[in-house]
């Protein structure tokens, strides 16, 4: 995505950067907090991946970091420049497709899909990345 539009390099992954002496520097070049297999429920591949919200966590330490790096307003412009990109629900409704009948039953599928956008909502509001647009 970097490359196509013009943008030199990808993101650091977060935990790669994490030990840096000069983290600031590494988050204003782009920060990665995907995790394979992760999805918007913590119970999502649970122990074997980072969760949605372990990365929004991770995503507001950095924003913590910059605002008190650069101060409010300049963290607030860079960031109004960065391009955020979520892929997370399939690993769920994987999940929800390979459990028992008796699971389905209890929690049929479009309620299933409503709660799972439910929470994805609530997740993204919870998280700086929309403050960050205010």
Do not use: W
Not at 36 to 41: D, I, R, S, T
Not at 79 to 101: E, W
């Amino acid at each position: 995505m970097g490359s196509e539009s013009g943008i030199a390099g990808l993101s650091c992954r977060y935990l790669s950067i994490t030990s840096s002496s000069n983290k600031t520097d590494e988050f204003l070049g782009g920060v990665n907090f995907a995790s394979g297999g992760g999805g918007v429920l913590d119970s999502t591949n649970k122990d074997q991946c980072i969760s949605f919200n372990k990365q929004i966590d991770y995503y507001s330490a950095v924003y913590a970091a910059l605002v008190q790096q650069l101060g409010s307003a300049q963290a607030q412009a860079h960031l109004s420049t960065s391009i955020f990109a979520f892929v997370i629900g399939s690993n769920d409704i994987l999940n929800y497709v390979k459990s028992s009948s008796a699971n389905k039953l209890k929690n049929p599928p479009q309620q299933f899909v409503d709660s799972l956008i439910s929470s994805l909502r609530g997740q993204l509001k919870a998280s700086r990345v929309q403050k960050s647009y205010s």
